[in-house]
């Protein structure tokens, strides 16, 4: 029998063949048998089902007793694409239409039209197809994008608009194959980060997915050789065991092996205040440090205790509650903000133990104050909710003590500045000058700063981290040595740490000493000659996320002693780096302490390790925090099951990816 002519593309040429009318077989559901049929007979059946030929290339391929085998392999050698499509569908039962003697049936045409019209697709193997396959990739993970994303129709048609040579894969190959694999080259990297710092300090945070399962989420901090601060979360670790210290112990310790991070190296870890945490790093004898907005939370819930900060904070959220749930409330809500020249901005609603929404809420609340006053006075229902003159004193009240601190929270909460040296500074500044006893009248402000006050310094009273605190904020230059009450105390800390060994040299000997006369052209120290600029000038404007607005711009000019080479022991160049360091101009704090320690490492070696070392801490497991708070993109309502090993890779990638 002979049928049209078709130039169809078979292995690595273009052959020309006469197209023979086929036979579909018949009761069958492998995917498969939609590219093969049979020789037909004089009664127009198959007249071998041993030998099924191919609709693409039109070659007999032999199939004992229906077998599928051969035609798999001759699809996946001959025709990739094709068989990438079949591998990644379920099986469906045929259509039973039989096509007439004259000419194909519909569906062997729709199916030839299908096989012609992808044969301009991208082969899986070349480099344009792979790179558009990480591109999806890197879309799904830093993006915290659901697998589902990639299946719906809205943006595979995306894709076809952008290239429509290019064939997604299946949401199974990027779950097993390209996550993964994305997650070992990340992983490549951030594991050669970690090598160029010398000691590094970690931050911990546990907390509870959708489905109630413990997770422990770990970070790191270290300040690498061009004195620039790195931060990587590490790893989000399953726990399955009871939620208690020795468990904590356990996690934590399996992380640190697992990255290759000697323990000896850590600094410190800062946490929260769950007595499971702090359990786990006394078991483990390491320094710790308890998130500053934690504490400060703490704080500003024991200031908010007060009859008359609880009755306008209830007032507060019942208005949000009936105006959230009332269209016509809120068509008059518009209206008369119109009328009164308010902003268009809706009233916000506060979280639950957090303080910085319930401040949101308040200012809201003053400033739409008299569009609120218009809607509830013309609605009998609600009318007794109009705030008094009173309530809106109470808010006024609330609001001017409550500013300050978010402003504190903002500058240590970035992870790209240093924080840890500003704890003592601020907490010095609520205390003396936040909160003045002998000026303060017994005012519902002065009463919330007082409570506030003394549960920040029953927190803060340890003696042994006010002196660690103290010995952090001396070798920062945006505060130094002013900055401290227990002087003496924190240069017996450096003097020990130092001359003990832990913080070492090449050789006891230094080829660096200071000199008021002259300078030695043998000086490595060139930023110290008259002509050039000395050190306490800002590298960076605006760095330290707003502690200028916090404590008040400061100048940062001022001249530097000169410097000459000199053989000295360690404990004389220990000596004479903190004589330098005493004369030394405070620097601005809008500039950066790394690049200032940078720029005399070699002038000052022994305390710039100690800044290395120090200077990583962070004041607040904001890395940690935020890795918990992105976990919820990963884990929705519609993909609540994922395993432990790829919710480790979606949060890793999500927060490690540039």
């Known amino acids: ?64 007793a229906s077998n599928t085998s051969n035609l798999y392999a001759h699809l996946k050698s001959q025709h990739p694409h094709i068989y990438i499509e079949v591998k990644g569908k379920p099986n469906q039962a045929p259509p039973t239409t039989t096509p007439s003697s004259g000419e194909p049936g519909r569906e062997q045409a729709a199916t030839m039209r299908e096989i012609f019209q992808r044969k301009d697709k991208f082969d899986p193997k070349p480099r344009e197809h792979r790179e558009l396959t990480k591109a999806v990739t890197y879309y799904v993970t830093k993006d915290r994008m659901p697998l589902s994303t990639i299946s719906k129709p809205g943006f595979q048609h995306l894709l076809s608009k952008l290239n429509p040579r290019y064939e997604l894969p299946s949401k199974n190959y990027f779950s097993r194959v390209a996550i993964p694999s994305l997650y070992a080259d990340v992983r490549k990297v951030v594991e050669k980060e970690l090598k160029s710092g010398d000691c590094f300090a970690a931050t911990v945070e546990t907390w509870t997915s959708r489905n109630n399962e413990m997770y422990m989420t770990c970070g790191v901090q270290y300040v690498d050789n061009d004195w620039i601060l790195k931060n990587h979360c590490l790893q989000t670790q399953y726990l399955p065991d009871e939620h208690t210290g020795q468990s904590l112990k356990c996690a934590v310790e399996d992380v640190l092996e697992e990255w290759g991070l000697d323990p000896t190296n850590l600094v410190a870890i800062t946490t929260d205040n769950g007595p499971a945490i702090k359990h786990a790093c006394e078991l483990l004898g390491w320094k710790r440090i308890t998130c500053f907005s934690q504490n400060l939370q703490c704080s500003l819930q024991k200031g908010l205790e007060d009859s008359r900060i609880e009755r306008i904070i209830q007032l507060s959220r019942q208005i949000f509650s009936q105006f959230s749930r009332s269209w016509r409330r809120k068509r008059d809500f518009s209206i008369a903000q ?33 569009a609120v006053r218009a809607v509830l006075a013309h609605d009998h229902k609600i009318c007794r909710l109009v705030p008094t003159w009173q309530d809106i004193d109470v808010l006024e009240s609330i609001i001017s003590v409550l500013r ?60 042994e981290l006010v002196h660690f605190l103290e010995k952090v904020t001396f070798i920062d230059p945006r505060f130094g040595p002013t900055c401290v009450d227990n002087l003496e105390n924190v240069l017996q800390q450096i003097k020990g740490e130092v001359l003990a060994g832990k913080i070492s040299e090449e050789s006891s000997l230094f080829q660096i000493g200071f000199d008021g006369s002259t300078v030695s052209p043998l000086s490595s120290c060139s930023w110290y000659d008259r002509e050039s600029p000395g050190p306490s000038q800002p590298k960076k404007a605006k760095y330290g996320g707003g502690l200028a607005k916090v404590f008040g711009k400061q100048s940062g000019d001022g001249g530097a002693d000169k410097m000459v080479t000199t053989s000295v022991s360690l404990q004389e160049q220990l000596d004479r780096e903190l004589d330098f360091y005493f004369k030394e101009p405070k620097l601005s704090l809008e500039s950066c302490p790394l690049q200032w320690w940078k720029a005399t490492q070699n002038c000052l070696p022994l305390l710039a390790k100690l800044a290395k070392k120090y200077l990583c801490i962070s004041a607040m497991n904001v890395a940690s925090e935020r890795a918990f708070s992105n976990s919820s993109y990963a884990l929705t309502e519609y993909r609540s099951n994922v395993k432990p090993k790829h919710m480790d890779q979606l949060v890793f990638l999500a927060e490690n990816l540039p």
């Open 1 to 64: 029998m002979e049928g049209d002519s078709d130039i169809v593309h078979c292995g690595s040429s273009f052959v020309k063949i006469e197209r023979p009318q086929l036979v579909e077989k018949s009761n069958t559901t492998s995917e498969v048998w939609r590219y093969f049929g049979f020789q037909p007979g004089s009664d127009g059946r198959p007249e071998n089902i041993e030998t099924p030929v191919c609709k693409i290339c039109f070659r007999v391929i032999p199939a004992k």
């Open 338 to 370: 119109s009328q009164k020249g308010l902003p268009r901005n809706s009233l916000k609603a506060d979280v639950s133990n957090h303080w910085g929404t319930t401040l949101n809420m308040l200012e809201r609340f003053l400033e739409q104050q008299d």
């Open 404 to 463: 300050p601190f978010r402003e504190m929270t903002e500058a240590l909460s970035s992870e790209k500045f240093i924080s840890i040296s500003a704890i003592n500074p601020l907490i010095k500044h609520i205390c003396n000058d936040l909160v003045r006893e002998e000026q303060e009248e017994l005012t519902l402000s002065f009463l919330m700063k007082m409570r506030i006050k003394r549960d920040l310094e029953m927190r803060y009273g340890d003696p």
